[in-house]
């Protein structure tokens, strides 16, 4: 379970209401307590989105087990027989991979426009990294300032604004504004049904660090 110390709630509600306010909040959300922010993941600190392949050169654990998740393929999945099907039957006028009601939660930042992102995001890549982890251009600066010793990572913001994922932050597609939403995708302990287990899902996602590393 994810802790809440009431104050780090209040910090985050902050985070979630008042973008502007992100950049004075920033320094108080310390790296050594930031597992513990709940909430929405994608925080506006100024921070740009990059795309997965900018992770991958410190954190390649990560990034290989994301591309065996669905989201690495939630695009082609818009291609297949069934999407369109759907898309069809909601009369949509585009297919599946070109419409907006679909684009919304199968890609990274659908709608987000970039400033000055060095990587446009392809599509292509479906749910990236960053559409749980927020935008990370910030985050790469720091890290490199880390990987060369140029700084602690004690003495640093690694999250650089951004919230640690929470059930929030999987919510906002894992709603029955899905089209294919099931009550009956997750069955808790007491063997009632629902449609998105927070625990479960998490579990199924699972991408940390191993022990031995
Ligand atoms: C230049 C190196 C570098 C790059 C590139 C990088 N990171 Fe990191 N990242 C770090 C370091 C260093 C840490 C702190 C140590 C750790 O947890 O591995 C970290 C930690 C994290 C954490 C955990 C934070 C915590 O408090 O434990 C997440 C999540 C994360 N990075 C996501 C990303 C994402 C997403 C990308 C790509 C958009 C990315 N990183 C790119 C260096 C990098
Ligand atoms: C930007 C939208 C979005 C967010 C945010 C999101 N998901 Fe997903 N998720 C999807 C889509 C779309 C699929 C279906 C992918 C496919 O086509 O198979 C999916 C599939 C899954 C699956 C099915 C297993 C798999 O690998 O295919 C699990 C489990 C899951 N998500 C867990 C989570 C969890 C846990 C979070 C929050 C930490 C989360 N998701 C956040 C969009 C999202
Ligand atoms: C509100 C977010 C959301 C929207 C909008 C959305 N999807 Fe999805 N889609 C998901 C998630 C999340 C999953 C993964 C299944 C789950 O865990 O609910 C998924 C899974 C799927 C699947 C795999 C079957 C399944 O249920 O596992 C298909 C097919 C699909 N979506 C097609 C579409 C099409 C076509 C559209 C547009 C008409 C669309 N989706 C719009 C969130 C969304
Ligand atoms: C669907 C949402 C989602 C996606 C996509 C995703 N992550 Fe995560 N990530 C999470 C969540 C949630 C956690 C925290 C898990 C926990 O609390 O047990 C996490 C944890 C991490 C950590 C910390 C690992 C540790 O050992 O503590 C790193 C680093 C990280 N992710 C990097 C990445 C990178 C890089 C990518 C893309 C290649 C990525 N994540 C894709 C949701 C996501």
Known sequence: MIRLPINRTVVSALFASVAAAAIILAPVVSADNAEEIPGPAV?????????????????????????EMGHARALDRLQTAESIAIAEEMGLENPPAESPECLNCHVTAYDVETRTTPTPIDLADGVQCESCHGPSSEHIVIGRQVMFGQAEEDEVDIMAGRGWPGESNCRECHNPDSPTWRDDRYTLEDGTTTGFDFEQALELIDHSEPEDE
């Open 43 to 67: 925080v506006d600190d100024g921070a740009d989105y990059v795309g997965y392949n900018q992770c991958q050169v410190c954190h390649s654990h990560q990034n290989q087990v994301w591309r």
